[in-house]
């Protein structure tokens, strides 16, 4: 595959990437209601501190990604930390289903889906130009 041909598909990933960190992952932990969470079956904590602040950091990297999207070459660290990003929460949704702590479609989905981003990053990640000194 050509340079400008992955970068074109990297676009297109990173741009899916946006909506559901932002619209399907982000958003939702920040700001939606209970009742949301519940009809995705979400586990509730009591307390919903941490629930929030995993929405503010997605949305958060929505944003990044969003810049990634627009520039993916001279965004390459933000693609590199979404490598770190979707490979961790796939091993951590994969350890908990494995050891029987989660039950949620909607987590198992997430899970799938970060395990792909993780894939799409690693083999469209664009090459860093060598750079000269001087």
Do not use: H, Q
Not at 2 to 19: A, E, G, Q
């Amino acid at each position: 595959m050509t340079t400008d041909l992955k970068l074109i598909w990297l676009r297109r990933v990173l741009l899916v990437k946006v909506l559901l960190t932002l619209f399907a992952w982000g958003l939702p932990a920040l700001l939606g209601p209970s009742s949301l969470l519940a009809i995705l079956r979400v586990p509730i904590p009591e307390d919903p501190t941490y629930l929030r602040l995993f929405g503010a950091a997605c949305t958060a990297f929505g944003v990044a990604y969003w810049f990634a999207y627009r520039d993916p070459v001279r965004n390459v660290a933000i693609v590199k930390a979404g490598l770190a990003d979707n490979g961790l929460i796939t091993l951590v949704i994969l350890f908990l289903g494995l050891a029987g702590k989660i039950s949620s479609a909607f987590i198992w989905l997430s899970g799938l889906l970060t395990g792909l981003f993780f894939l799409l990053f690693l083999l469209l990640m664009p090459r860093e130009e060598k750079r000269l000194a001087g």
